[in-house]
């Protein structure tokens, strides 16, 4: 029997297409997509890692399902009437496979909760939500867990100026790393990995996405808590906006000698902006690859969509946390590190955050919180060295650091659900939601200056202020010029005494709620 002809390999760069101006409909992301999934020849398995809710804009709750279209795993009446993405499209696109293979979903969680139905159902659509079997698979960052290997020490000593001198584990989903084998009696063609995703300013790991999809959001305890503290001890201010940083270049080099050997990988990365007339979201920027290169196009295009540069300071801030986005203030001080390059000396941070009901993602992190409280990097990393809880928890510590003003600026935080004594006890300042929210009314201002009325109008120059208005921080990041493209920031230069090491003595917490918790070990458990 003739063997069958085997399609020729596409280069790394598949696709990279947007600009700021560019806007994306479903046809254009199909034009792009169907042929590049069909230059990849036939399949009998492929493994989807997109986002979790937390990360709706992205879009890749639309591509995950126009995967499963083509590859005839679901049709295209499964697309839910409530998809946000978009509902104007209608795609003319015939390209389908002539393979039906399995598809499995693995949402990269990092250590976010589990999506719920509905959130699946939101962002996938119901074809994939009502699929069975399902193929949605829940990360389990604390058991399912493997390390693939090692970043070197020094890379992480140089990150953390010292504070930890040992190496980067990093650490996979056992399915996906599984993914490398195949029989080929059983599965002729290897597994075919797609990561799917958003890039987008990120306070922790500079820009968001690439391996950082999997390196976080489908790894391990050990691997996540060090990353978040690499980035806060570093300084956010020297991460954010920056895709060369020293984190990211832990993250690359073991992408380059583990990922990139190992699996039948591809990146498929979206840049998001939004429409100034309508507010509504729209796709910029469409990128596949199986290299950094991808990557570094998209990030080019995020800053240039999702960064905004201002000639003078921020005395004024108002953020808006939508509700049922934003229920913490481990999710809702994205508020404060977004806007901190922004803010001037002695301004103010008005924080209208109606959904928030606590500080952590779960009971530990958020006694954490209320224990130590936002009070500055000196102070936090002096209360790690006097106490254990803490250096066996560096995903909080991170948290505390990326968290406050360093006493820089205020922060005036507006909760729906917690009191007075409760947010000044972590040591914000406290507003009332009704009345800053009639002072500042989210539906009548737009994203960027605004003068607002003040006082009881008779003086027509004292009765309003200038305010600088965000509907949602999550979408980009904000910037004095000077800051960012001077390196004033400095790198955090606070240290201490004994390394700290976080992998033999440190544990994922039980019941965490994906926050990244450590759990002090029994003294059995510790060699």
Sequence with gaps: MAMAEIPPLPPSLVCAVGSKDTTLSDDDIKSHLMPFLESLGAREDVLILPPDYTRLPSQAGKITRFISEYYNFTTSAGASKDDPS??????GTSIFSESCPNITILPALGTHAPMTSQQIRSMFGDALADKQPDPFVVHDWRNDVVTIGTAPADMVRSATNGMVEQEWPAQLNKLVWEKRHHDPSKQPHKSLVLSIGQV????????????????????????????????????????????ANPLRAILNYASERYLQTELDLWYILTVMGTNKESGDLEMRGFYIGNDIECYTLACELSLQINFTILDRPLKKVVVYLDGDEFHST?????????????????GEV???????????????????????????????????????????????????????????????????????????????????LADMSKRYDPAKLKDGWNHVSVGDGVDAEASTEEIFYISNPALGLWALK???????????????????????????????????GWAKPSSADIK
Excluded at 213 to 220: D, K, M, Q
Excluded at 390 to 416: M, T, W
Excluded at 417 to 430: M, W
């Design 330 to 346: 481990w999710l809702g001080n994205k508020s404060i590190y977004r806007t901190r390059m922004a803010i001037a000396d002695g």
């Design 482 to 516: 000077s800051r960012f493209e001077d390196g004033t920031a400095s790198k955090n230069e606070s240290t201490i005494d004994n390394p700290i090491s976080t992998s033999s003595t440190q544990c994922a917490t039980d019941g965490s709620g994906g926050v990244g």
């Design 350 to 432: 008005i924080v209208l955050a109606p959904g928030v009901r606590e500080f952590g993602e779960d009971a530990e992190i958020d006694r954490l919180i209320r224990k130590y409280g936002y009070v500055g990097t000196p102070k936090v990393l002096e209360a790690m060295k006097d106490n254990p809880e803490l250096e066996q928890n560096l995903s909080a510590v991170a948290h505390l650091i990326h968290g406050s003003s360093e006493g820089r600026f205020r922060v005036k935080y507006c909760p729906g659900h917690l009191t007075r004594e409760e947010i000044e006890g972590v040591g914000f300042q406290y507003g009332d």
């Design 200 to 243: 987008v300013p990120h306070e922790v790991m500079g820009m968001a996405n690439f391996n950082k999809n999997l390196f976080v959001g489908a790894g391990g305890v050990e691997a996540i808590n060090l990353s978040h503290f690499i980035g806060a001890v570093y300084g956010m201010e020297n991460m954010m906006g920056r895709s």
């Design 86 to 91: 978009s509902k104007k499209a209608k795609s």
